[in-house]
């Protein structure tokens, strides 16, 4: 089992739509939760950071649930520049190694 | 705030030539500093990490090596370049204090062998 593990899609929505992406992680220690979208060709660059008690970001709301051993991402009102892969990442506690999920592929078309 | 500068951006080179990129870190001191490749259509995959000066932990057995002479400069080197080391070299870095996990990347060098 990978250690973190995302659903590739790609998920294909019209604009306005509402859509969720789960990451599940294998490691209980796990401690240090984000999401990060990446452009086509481009480096990754932090979305957002994923709390206990989860938070929300203008459109995007991120969950925690550390029973379940996931984190969601919640877009709401998509725009045609969330166009993007997202990609989830998990650090265990003690760690330095942030470890990525493959990703997931977000394609909002008018 | 942290800035990585990564060069070259893009780079194409025969197999069997030698390789090398170069990564910067302005705006910290001492970070964590890190090598990932993305073969197209892939994840990340995580080849060496650096916790300090000299200090270069490899994640997966490759022809290709690191190096860190001073702490905000991390080095990817290879001797002879393969066709299967073809892909998006990402160098990433985040601070030890504060320890808040985010990691930094640069702007990336994409390299095809042939």
Redesign the interface.
């Known amino acids: 089992r990978k250690e973190v593990e995302q659903d590739p899609g790609p998920f294909n929505v019209p604009e306005g739509a509402t859509v969720a992406f789960n990451c599940t992680y294998s490691n209980s220690a796990s401690q240090s939760f984000f999401w990060y979208r990446q452009d086509c060709r481009k480096e990754p660059k932090l979305l957002m950071s994923v709390y206990s008690s989860g938070n929300e970001d203008g459109r995007f709301t991120a969950q925690l649930n550390r029973a379940s051993q996931y984190i969601s991402l919640l877009i709401r009102d998509s725009k045609l520049s969330d166009s993007a892969t997202y990609l989830c990442v998990v650090t265990v506690g003690g760690s330095y190694i942030p470890t990525f999920g493959r990703g997931t592929s977000l394609i909002v078309h008018p | 705030s942290q800035t990585i500068h990564q060069w070259p951006a893009t780079l194409v080179q025969p197999v069997g030539s030698p390789l090398s990129l170069e990564c910067t870190v302005e705006g910290t001191s001492n970070p ?1 500093l ?1 090598w ?1 490749r993305q073969a197209a259509g ?3 995959q ?1 080849l060496f ?1 650096s ?1 300090g000066i000299g200090q270069i932990s490899s ?1 997966v057995p490759q022809n290709l090596s690191a190096s860190r002479p001073q702490d905000r400069q991390f080095i990817l080197s290879s001797k002879k370049l393969l066709l299967s080391d073809s892909g ?1 070299y ?1 160098c990433a870095a ?1 601070t030890i204090t504060p320890n ?4 930094f ?4 060098s ?1 390299l095809t062998v042939l």
């Open positions: 964590n890190y990932y892939r994840g990340l995580l990490y916790v994640e998006f990402l985040n808040t996990g985010e990691l990347f640069g702007e990336g994409r």
